[in-house]
C-alpha cells in the first residue's frame, strides 16, 4: 500500500514569519493530497487538497505545492498567525483508501 | 445539514466487553470510512464502504466489524475488547473518486478507553 511520510514533527515559528511542511508519498498512482487541520480535542478539516494534474494551488495565505517526479508535495503558510497553531496532516490517496502522514503540530509564537 | 455524526462522545469500556459506535450521515455521500487516532499520530484506516451492502479492509481492520445496510449508517462494532484499542475513533464520508470531489467529511469523533 501508500507509505506517507511527514516532517517535521514539530515546528514553531514567529508570528509572522512562514511554515513549511514537507510529505513524501511511495504510490505514484495516488492523485489526490489533502491537507487537514487538527485543533486539540477536534476533528481533522480541510484546509487545502490538490491533484495531480496541477503543480501549486493557493487559498489566502495558503498554498499547496506538488512535485509528481520526485513524489512530494508541500504545505506553505506565511504571514503566520497564533491561531494557526494545531496538529496538520497530509494525506495521499488512488482512490479509496487514503493515507495519512504522522502530523506536524506547529505552535506561533506571538 | 448534520453532516458527521458520531455517537457517544466518550466511553469506557472493560476487556471483553463489545460496543457499536455510531455513524451517520446526511449528505448522500456514497463513501465512509472509520479511522482511529493514536496519540501523536496520524489516522490508520480501519474500514471502508463504498456503497450500501459493500464494505472493504483498510490498514488495520482486526479486532473490528462494519456493516453498510443504508447509505446514511456505518457503525463500527468491537467485538471483545483489548486495550490496544484505545483511541480516538473518527468516522468520514465523501463522495467517490469519479465525482472530482471526493472530500472527506469528519466527525467529532468518539473517545475510547478499554481498561
Known amino acids: 500500500g501508500e507509505n506517507v511520510e511527514q516532517h517535521p514533527s514539530t515546528l514553531s515559528v514567529q508570528e509572522g514569519d512562514s511554515a513549511v511542511i514537507k510529505c513524501t508519498y511511495s504510490d505514484s498512482a495516488s492523485n489526490y493530497f489533502p491537507w487537514y487541520k487538527q485543533e486539540l480535542g477536534k476533528r481533522p478539516q480541510l484546509i487545502i487538497d490538490?491533484?495531480?494534474?496541477?503543480g501549486e494551488k493557493k487559498d489566502q495565505r495558503i498554498a499547496v505545492t506538488l512535485n509528481k517526479t520526485a513524489k512530494h508535495f508541500s504545505l506553505h503558510i506565511t504571514e503566520t498567525q497564533p491561531e494557526d497553531s494545531a496538529v496538520y496532516f497530509c494525506?495521499?490517496?488512488?482512490?479509496?483508501?487514503?493515507?495519512f502522514g504522522t502530523g506536524t503540530s506547529l505552535t506561533v509564537i506571538p | 445539514n448534520a453532516g458527521v455524526t458520531q455517537t457517544p462522545k466518550f466511553r469506557i469500556l472493560k476487556i471483553g466487553q463489545s460496543m457499536t459506535l455510531q455513524c451517520t450521515q446526511d449528505m448522500n455521500h456514497n463513501y465512509m470510512y472509520w479511522y482511529r487516532q493514536d496519540p501523536g499520530m496520524g489516522l490508520k484506516l480501519i474500514y471502508y464502504s463504498v456503497g450500501a451492502g459493500i464494505t472493504d479492509k483498510g490498514e488495520v481492520p482486526n479486532g473490528y466489524n462494519v456493516s453498510r445496510s443504508t447509505t446514511e449508517d456505518f457503525p463500527l462494532r468491537l467485538e471483545l475488547a483489548a486495550p490496544s484499542q484505545t483511541s480516538v475513533y473518527f468516522c468520514a464520508s465523501s463522495l467517490p473518486r469519479s465525482s472530482g470531489r471526493n472530500i472527506q467529511y469528519f466527525g467529532a469523533g468518539t473517545r475510547l478507553s478499554v481498561l
Open positions: 494525506a495521499a490517496t488512488t482512490g479509496n483508501q487514503f493515507y
Open positions: 490538490i491533484r495531480s494534474n496541477v
